[in-house]
């Protein structure tokens, strides 16, 4: 009988090694050491992404009897008291995590923030709004779908649009072409393709009164967002905060309105089913990644915050970063202002990237990292060099240990390598 796995929505290369796990990590650079003293991968998945193992272990012991409820999260009806107390968990420990002020709603909806991408633009570009188009600022690869998504609605206007649709920065606000009418302004504050990041948005080029949303997906509570100033916020679930299936929606309350839907609104993207549903449960909820994403919420208050997760942040994207911009070019960033480097994904090449002998390179650390130590997701798109490249994920629950490995093999592999180039 055949073992081959198939799967029709594949990518052409599927992260990490056939062989097991316990067959690779007697290897240096194979692995860190959890808390508990146990063995752990070099998981630098962007999706799902690594989550606390402390947190794992506690899911582990309460997912049979959870809470005392002598039933199983996972087995919880969604008309009953014990999954009613999850819900309300959750949104207080997020709430409290976030600061988030009681103009807005916080709600926990199905699909990811892929769902968004179309319930945002049918939620403001109808009603009222009819006729008008929305601003969506270009960053990247999300930004793209995002914009996509809502052009099957009605029209966008692609603020600071790179032709060359790479988007290694982002140009200054004073240079955008804003429509001023438009029913609202998207933007993705962090892009994982290329490692671009946008922690400062500039307010400046925002209209006044015009609703802002953002696709906070990649760094939503890696470091201090101003909630009071944007209108809509949006997050996968399966980057910072929990397992995959939810988005963390964060949406100002007067904008959860009829008066600028469109007449076709399909449910899982109504904004005002779900607000007017018992304690905004509509139909049933990926429990388990809302129960999930209570504990780590909670977990991250314990630990410090918004602040704590922020220092790490910058203290865990360094280590490599510094590592980089002292290689005298044998390794190479595609973004290159500080201001705009993601603290989440540390995207790059080997020398030009481009040349026979870079591209050879390029391969060789990727082979060695994924066939060789294991590492899950080293390699990344192409970025217009025509090759794929190297990033290296890092969201708010990645151990700065595995980054210390990575850190490790690159500045081995270089010692190994810079005379050939």
Request: overall charge negative; hydrophobic content about 40%; aromatic content about 10%.
């Amino acid at each position: 009988m055949s073992t081959n796995l198939h799967a029709a929505n594949a990518p052409s290369h599927v992260a990490g090694t056939k062989a097991p796990f316990s067959k690779l990590n007697s290897k240096p650079l194979s692995h860190i050491v959890g808390p508990d003293g146990s063995k752990r991968a070099i998981n630098l998945c962007a999706g799902q992404a690594a989550l606390p193992q402390e947190v794992l272990e506690r899911a582990a012991r309460e997912f049979v009897n959870t809470d005392g409820s002598g039933t199983s999260v996972c087995e919880m009806g969604y008309r009953t008291q014990p999954f009613h107390r999850i819900m309300e968990r959750a949104e207080s420990s997020f709430r409290k995590l976030l600061n988030i002020p009681d103009t807005h709603e916080v709600h926990f909806f199905n699909g990811g923030a892929t769902l968004q991408f179309a319930a945002i633009p049918l939620n403001l570009m109808g009603g009222e709004n009819e006729g008008k188009c929305a601003n969506y600022l270009m960053s990247g690869h999300w930004s793209e779908k995002a914009r996509n998504e809502a052009s099957q609605f009605g029209e966008v206007n692609e603020v600071a649009k790179d032709p060359a649709g790479l988007y290694f920065s982002v140009p200054p606000a004073s240079e955008w072409d804003v429509d001023k009418d438009a029913a609202y302004f998207h933007y993705t504050s962090a892009d994982t393709r290329q490692g671009l990041e946008i922690r400062d948005f500039d307010f400046e080029g925002l209209p006044e009164g015009m609703p802002l949303c953002c696709d906070a997906s990649a760094n939503l509570g890696t470091f201090p967002m101003d909630i009071s100033k944007h209108d809509v916020i949006y997050s996968a679930s399966h980057k910072n905060f929990s397992a995959s299936g939810i988005c963390y929606a964060i949406i100002r309350k007067d904008l959860i309105s009829r008066k600028n839907q469109m007449k076709a609104m399909p449910t899982m993207c109504n904004w005002v089913k779900f607000q007017e549903a018992p304690n905004k449960i509509y139909n049933v909820p990926v429990l388990t990644s809302v129960w999930l994403g209570a504990m780590v919420c909670e977990y991250m208050i314990e630990k410090g915050g918004i602040p704590y997760y922020e220092a790490l942040a910058i203290k865990r994207s360094n280590l490599l970063y510094d590592l980089i911009d002292s290689s005298q070019g044998f390794y190479r960033t595609f973004v290159t202002d500080v201001k705009f480097r993601s603290r989440m994904q540390v995207v790059f090449t080997i020398g030009t990237g481009t040349s026979d002998s870079d591209v050879a390179l390029v391969e060789e650390f990727l082979r060695e990292a994924n066939d060789d130590l294991g590492w899950l997701d080293i390699r990344s798109h192409p970025l217009g060099l025509g090759h794929d490249v190297i990033r290296v994920t890092m969201y708010n629950h990645q151990p700065i240990e595995t980054i210390t490995v990575v850190r490790d093999y690159m500045q081995q592999f270089m010692e190994k390598h810079a005379t050939a180039m």
